[in-house]
């Protein structure tokens, strides 16, 4: 039986251990889509999921090598989206990490990191520019105003919601950096 939930999430890590609680509960994910996953029933506790975020797509030659090493260790490739690729390895095959050492961990926050600077200066921007335009209508006439408004305060409250994910990102590279200095001496 499939089942289907919807659910947000900005924090690789935590979508990451929910996916495994479900796991946990007999719930194998089979499919992502946009905010939605597709469960199938499994034996709890069967599956370790694993989430990436690529430095490629998923088509690239160096992406499609990446994936298929994974597979040729038993790591199973479950779905894309965009550049986040969702990964799953039976449990009974031992412990799943994809990063054996800080420098590739580090590389990935860094990923992430510039989606979300991207993506947040992006909206920031979108939300500035509609203030604009607020303030042409407001001066030529109230009639397109409200809704201008109401994109550019989702525009900006997104970029800012981006931006502290942003800023939450470079604090664990930071984190990582030191750690690394101190394996290193």
Known sequence: ???????????????????????AKGLAMTAYTFCRYT?????????IYRIEYLEHNINHPESVRY???????????VDTYFRWVYFRKKAAEGDFKIYSD?????????????????????NLFLGLLQS??????????????ISNAIIGALSV???IILLTFWWYNNK???RLKREREIHET
């Open 1 to 23: 039986m499939k089942t289907k939930l919807w659910k947000t999430f900005l924090d690789y890590e935590k979508e990451e251990k929910w996916l495994n609680k479900m796991a």
């Open 157 to 159: 409250s997104l970029g």
């Open 39 to 47: 469960f199938e029933e499994c034996i709890p506790g069967e599956y």
């Open 132 to 145: 604009r335009i607020i303030i042409q209508y407001l001066t030529s006439g109230p009639q397109y105003w």
């Open 172 to 174: 664990k590279i930071k």
């Open 67 to 77: 994936v298929r090493f994974l597979s040729e260790n038993g790591v199973e490739h």
């Open 102 to 122: 800080l420098t590739s961990r580090i590389k990935h926050y860094q990923r992430i990191s510039q989606l979300w600077l991207v993506i947040g200066c992006m």
